[in-house]
């Protein structure tokens, strides 16, 4: 019974702190400076966020998962009330597409932070596959696609951020190259796929629709 309350009142911690931090993602696009402005309506800084909240609330595999579906959700809502409370619309509730991408993506990112803390050593250093290709994918993207509307610098920041993840793991969990070997290979595998995917998004979104 414990357990169970622990983790309603995890999985509220998650919550309201999705909420709060995609509301603060709005005026930070404007008063964050200028080559770190881009962490607030990027997905390698919503992923950045989701995780820590998932990582300090301690949930276990299956509730992180639900968690990191939910959380991505509410911080596109906490973005949209404040967006709207400073006059800028963004569209209808729960129906904006990073709504449908957090769907999706939130529970690989949840059930990846809590392997992070309670997976086997495998399990671990697989772990980092997801949030480190999204951090290079993105940073690859913006390089290769928004550099000329974006500072370069909080790009280059991403993919350092990805490797130093990755690498830190790494070292922590000694892997056999069984498993180092494939998770390094995904990364970059799933980084190309990301810059790919996240290239044709208006494309790939109006032809699921």
Same mark, same amino acid.
């Given at each position: 019974?414990?357990?169970? &309350?622990?983790?309603? $009142?995890?999985?509220?911690?998650?919550? @309201?702190?999705?909420?709060?931090?995609?509301?603060?993602?709005?005026?930070?696009?404007?008063? %964050?400076?200028?080559?770190?402005?881009?962490?607030?309506?990027?997905?390698?800084?919503?992923?950045?966020?989701?995780?820590?909240?998932?990582?300090?609330?301690?949930?276990? !595999?299956?509730?992180?998962?639900?968690?990191?579906?939910?959380? &991505?959700?509410?911080?596109?809502? $906490?973005?949209? =009330?404040?967006?709207?409370?400073?006059?800028?619309?963004? $569209?209808?509730?729960?129906?904006?597409? &990073?709504?449908?991408?957090?769907?999706?993506?939130?529970?690989?990112?949840?059930?990846? =932070?809590?392997?992070?803390?309670?997976?086997?050593?495998?399990?671990?250093?697989?772990?980092?596959?997801?949030?480190?290709?999204?951090? %290079?994918?993105?940073?690859?993207? $913006? @390089?290769?696609?928004?550099?000329?509307?974006?500072?370069? =610098?909080?790009?280059?920041?991403? =993919?350092?951020?990805?490797?130093? &993840?990755?690498?830190?793991?790494?070292?922590?969990?000694? !892997?056999?190259?069984?498993?180092?070997?494939?998770?390094?290979?995904?990364?970059?595998?799933?980084?190309?796929?990301?810059?790919?995917?996240?290239?044709? %998004?208006?494309?790939?979104?109006?032809?699921?629709?």
């Amino acid at each position: 019974m414990r357990g169970r &309350f622990y983790s309603a $009142g995890a999985f509220l911690f998650v919550m @309201l702190s999705a909420l709060v931090l995609g509301g603060l993602t709005s005026p930070a696009q404007q008063y %964050l400076p200028e080559f770190m402005n881009s962490f607030a309506n990027s997905c390698s800084g919503w992923v950045l966020l989701v995780s820590l909240v998932i990582w300090f609330s301690r949930l276990r !595999p299956l509730p992180a998962s639900a968690a990191g579906a939910a959380a &991505f959700v509410l911080m596109v809502e $906490g973005y949209r =009330i404040v967006s709207q409370w400073r006059g800028f619309y963004y $569209g209808e509730p729960f129906q904006d597409r &990073f709504t449908v991408i957090g769907v999706a993506v939130g529970p690989i990112i949840g059930l990846s =932070i809590a392997l992070l803390r309670y997976g086997t050593r495998a399990w671990r250093t697989l772990a980092v596959i997801p949030v480190s290709t999204v951090l %290079l994918g993105e940073g690859i993207y $913006g @390089l290769t696609v928004i550099s000329e509307t974006t500072s370069p =610098i909080f790009w280059w920041l991403m =993919i350092a951020a990805a490797a130093t &993840f990755s690498l830190l793991v790494f070292w922590r969990q000694r !892997p056999a190259p069984k498993i180092a070997v494939p998770a390094v290979l995904l990364i970059m595998l799933g980084a190309g796929t990301f810059w790919w995917a996240y290239s044709n %998004l208006d494309q790939l979104l109006a032809s699921g629709s």
